[in-house]
Protein backbone atom coordinates (compact mmCIF):
# COMPACT_ATOMS: atom_id res chain seq x y z
CA UNK A 1 0.00 0.00 0.00
CA UNK A 2 2.77 2.48 1.04
CA UNK A 3 2.08 6.14 1.85
CA UNK A 4 -0.17 6.73 -1.73
CA UNK A 5 -2.97 8.50 -1.15
CA UNK A 6 -6.59 6.59 -2.01
CA UNK A 7 -7.71 7.98 -5.35
CA UNK A 8 -10.99 8.81 -4.05
CA UNK A 9 -9.63 11.57 -1.95
CA UNK A 10 -7.20 13.16 -4.20
CA UNK A 11 -10.32 15.44 -5.20
CA UNK A 12 -11.00 16.70 -1.79
CA UNK A 13 -6.58 17.40 -1.19
CA UNK A 14 -6.85 19.00 -4.47
CA UNK A 15 -9.64 21.38 -3.44
CA UNK A 16 -7.76 22.20 0.35
CA UNK A 17 -4.81 23.16 -1.44
CA UNK A 18 -6.14 25.15 -4.01
CA UNK A 19 -9.20 26.54 -2.74
CA UNK A 20 -7.56 27.03 0.49
CA UNK A 21 -4.59 28.57 -1.29
CA UNK A 22 -6.93 30.85 -2.76
CA UNK A 23 -7.80 32.21 0.46
CA UNK A 24 -4.46 32.61 1.70
CA UNK A 25 -3.92 34.94 -1.88
CA UNK A 26 -6.99 36.68 -0.89
CA UNK A 27 -5.11 37.70 2.18
CA UNK A 28 -2.45 38.76 1.24
CA UNK A 29 -3.42 40.46 -1.74
CA UNK A 30 -5.85 42.30 -0.07
CA UNK A 31 -3.25 43.48 2.04
CA UNK A 32 -1.65 44.60 -0.46
CA UNK A 33 -4.48 46.98 -1.72
CA UNK A 34 -5.89 47.59 1.18
CA UNK A 35 -9.10 45.11 0.82
CA UNK A 36 -9.37 42.87 3.24
CA UNK A 37 -11.61 40.42 2.24
CA UNK A 38 -13.06 39.66 5.28
CA UNK A 39 -13.77 42.96 6.34
CA UNK A 40 -17.50 42.53 4.30
CA UNK A 41 -18.83 39.51 5.85
CA UNK A 42 -21.01 39.37 8.79
CA UNK A 43 -23.55 37.22 10.63
CA UNK A 44 -27.01 37.70 9.37
CA UNK A 45 -30.16 35.35 8.79
CA UNK A 46 -31.60 37.39 6.48
CA UNK A 47 -28.52 37.11 4.12
CA UNK A 48 -28.13 33.56 4.87
CA UNK A 49 -31.27 33.06 3.18
CA UNK A 50 -30.89 35.40 0.39
CA UNK A 51 -27.79 33.24 -0.13
CA UNK A 52 -29.51 29.72 -0.67
CA UNK A 53 -32.07 30.98 -2.75
CA UNK A 54 -30.00 33.07 -4.87
CA UNK A 55 -28.38 29.80 -5.36
CA UNK A 56 -31.94 28.42 -7.03
CA UNK A 57 -31.49 30.59 -10.43
CA UNK A 58 -28.20 29.01 -10.66
CA UNK A 59 -29.44 25.77 -10.33
CA UNK A 60 -32.23 25.78 -12.86
CA UNK A 61 -29.64 27.16 -15.76
CA UNK A 62 -27.45 24.86 -14.79
CA UNK A 63 -30.17 21.79 -14.60
CA UNK A 64 -31.85 23.04 -18.28
CA UNK A 65 -28.25 23.50 -20.18
CA UNK A 66 -27.77 19.91 -18.71
CA UNK A 67 -31.18 18.67 -20.45
CA UNK A 68 -30.91 20.78 -23.92
CA UNK A 69 -27.33 21.57 -24.71
CA UNK A 70 -27.11 23.35 -27.69
CA UNK A 71 -24.13 24.33 -29.83
CA UNK A 72 -21.10 24.92 -28.14
CA UNK A 73 -22.69 24.00 -24.73
CA UNK A 74 -22.69 20.42 -25.84
CA UNK A 75 -19.12 20.33 -25.78
CA UNK A 76 -19.24 21.67 -21.83
CA UNK A 77 -21.31 19.10 -21.09
CA UNK A 78 -19.66 16.64 -22.05
CA UNK A 79 -16.03 17.54 -20.57
CA UNK A 80 -19.13 17.54 -17.39
CA UNK A 81 -19.85 14.23 -18.16
CA UNK A 82 -16.08 12.82 -18.87
CA UNK A 83 -13.94 14.59 -16.58
CA UNK A 84 -15.73 16.24 -13.80
CA UNK A 85 -18.40 13.23 -12.89
CA UNK A 86 -15.04 10.56 -12.73
CA UNK A 87 -12.87 13.44 -10.78
CA UNK A 88 -15.73 13.46 -8.35
CA UNK A 89 -17.57 10.29 -8.58
CA UNK A 90 -15.91 8.29 -5.22
CA UNK A 91 -16.34 11.35 -3.51
CA UNK A 92 -18.52 11.34 -0.24
CA UNK A 93 -21.63 13.65 0.67
CA UNK A 94 -19.32 15.12 3.47
CA UNK A 95 -16.41 15.58 1.21
CA UNK A 96 -18.68 16.56 -1.78
CA UNK A 97 -19.44 19.37 0.94
CA UNK A 98 -16.01 20.33 1.90
CA UNK A 99 -15.12 20.92 -1.69
CA UNK A 100 -18.10 22.91 -2.17
CA UNK A 101 -17.73 25.34 1.09
CA UNK A 102 -13.82 25.79 0.70
CA UNK A 103 -14.49 26.64 -3.18
CA UNK A 104 -17.35 29.41 -1.99
CA UNK A 105 -14.84 30.59 0.43
CA UNK A 106 -11.87 30.92 -1.03
CA UNK A 107 -13.24 31.96 -4.45
CA UNK A 108 -15.51 34.76 -3.08
CA UNK A 109 -13.09 35.91 -0.67
CA UNK A 110 -10.90 36.77 -3.82
CA UNK A 111 -12.82 37.15 -6.59
CA UNK A 112 -15.65 39.64 -4.77
CA UNK A 113 -13.61 40.59 -1.24
CA UNK A 114 -10.51 41.48 -2.78
CA UNK A 115 -10.80 42.16 -6.84
CA UNK A 116 -14.56 43.19 -7.00
CA UNK A 117 -14.05 45.32 -4.01
CA UNK A 118 -11.01 46.95 -4.88
CA UNK A 119 -11.58 47.44 -8.28
CA UNK A 120 -15.22 49.13 -7.47
CA UNK A 121 -13.38 51.12 -4.95
CA UNK A 122 -11.15 52.65 -7.70
CA UNK A 123 -13.37 52.60 -10.86
CA UNK A 124 -17.27 52.47 -9.65
CA UNK A 125 -19.26 49.23 -9.44
CA UNK A 126 -19.74 48.51 -13.19
CA UNK A 127 -16.62 48.22 -13.66
CA UNK A 128 -15.30 46.74 -10.51
CA UNK A 129 -18.22 43.82 -11.31
CA UNK A 130 -17.08 43.40 -15.00
CA UNK A 131 -13.29 43.01 -14.76
CA UNK A 132 -13.40 40.66 -11.66
CA UNK A 133 -16.14 38.49 -13.59
CA UNK A 134 -13.85 38.15 -16.51
CA UNK A 135 -11.21 37.40 -14.07
CA UNK A 136 -13.50 34.63 -12.62
CA UNK A 137 -14.07 33.24 -15.99
CA UNK A 138 -10.48 33.16 -16.52
CA UNK A 139 -9.44 31.29 -13.53
CA UNK A 140 -12.21 28.62 -14.76
CA UNK A 141 -10.74 28.20 -18.22
CA UNK A 142 -11.11 24.70 -19.27
CA UNK A 143 -12.66 25.83 -22.94
CA UNK A 144 -13.45 29.23 -23.99
CA UNK A 145 -17.38 28.48 -23.34
CA UNK A 146 -17.04 26.95 -19.76
CA UNK A 147 -14.41 30.59 -19.48
CA UNK A 148 -17.91 32.65 -20.69
CA UNK A 149 -20.28 30.22 -18.53
CA UNK A 150 -18.12 30.95 -15.73
CA UNK A 151 -17.60 35.14 -16.37
CA UNK A 152 -21.71 35.11 -16.34
CA UNK A 153 -22.03 33.33 -13.03
CA UNK A 154 -19.01 35.22 -11.38
CA UNK A 155 -21.15 38.46 -12.47
CA UNK A 156 -24.48 36.85 -10.82
CA UNK A 157 -22.53 36.19 -7.85
CA UNK A 158 -20.76 39.49 -7.49
CA UNK A 159 -24.60 41.44 -7.99
CA UNK A 160 -25.52 38.91 -5.02
CA UNK A 161 -23.01 40.51 -3.14
CA UNK A 162 -23.90 44.18 -4.34
CA UNK A 163 -27.72 43.64 -2.98
CA UNK A 164 -26.42 42.82 0.42
CA UNK A 165 -22.82 43.99 1.05
CA UNK A 166 -22.33 41.20 3.17
CA UNK A 167 -19.57 38.48 1.68
CA UNK A 168 -21.64 35.84 3.43
CA UNK A 169 -24.02 35.80 0.39
CA UNK A 170 -22.47 34.88 -2.49
CA UNK A 171 -20.37 32.11 -0.66
CA UNK A 172 -23.42 30.79 0.54
CA UNK A 173 -25.05 31.30 -3.11
CA UNK A 174 -21.43 29.87 -4.47
CA UNK A 175 -21.18 26.73 -2.04
CA UNK A 176 -24.73 25.48 -2.07
CA UNK A 177 -24.89 25.81 -5.95
CA UNK A 178 -21.06 23.91 -6.17
CA UNK A 179 -22.70 21.21 -3.50
CA UNK A 180 -26.58 20.41 -4.88
CA UNK A 181 -25.00 20.97 -8.89
CA UNK A 182 -21.76 18.49 -8.03
CA UNK A 183 -24.57 15.81 -6.06
CA UNK A 184 -27.00 15.84 -8.64
CA UNK A 185 -24.04 15.39 -11.96
CA UNK A 186 -22.80 12.38 -9.24
CA UNK A 187 -25.75 10.76 -7.93
CA UNK A 188 -29.14 11.59 -10.25
CA UNK A 189 -30.01 8.48 -12.45
CA UNK A 190 -31.02 11.03 -14.91
CA UNK A 191 -27.19 12.56 -15.48
CA UNK A 192 -26.83 8.71 -16.49
CA UNK A 193 -29.01 8.48 -19.61
CA UNK A 194 -27.25 9.85 -22.53
CA UNK A 195 -29.43 12.37 -23.74
CA UNK A 196 -31.07 13.36 -20.53
CA UNK A 197 -34.13 13.10 -21.91
CA UNK A 198 -36.84 11.49 -20.30
Known amino acids: MGNETPRGHQPVLLGILVEGGLAGVALLLGKLVSQPPLASIYWDKADLLVGIVSALPMLG ?3 FFLRWPVGSLVELRRFLMEFVRPLFGRCTLLELSVISL ?4 GEEML ?3 VLQGALSRWFGPVVGLAVASIFFGLAHFMSPTYAVVASLMGAYLGGVWQSTDN ?3 PIVTHAVYDFLALYWLLKSEEADRSGFHQ
Open 61 to 63: AFW
Open 167 to 169: LLT
Open 111 to 113: FRG
Open 102 to 105: LAGV
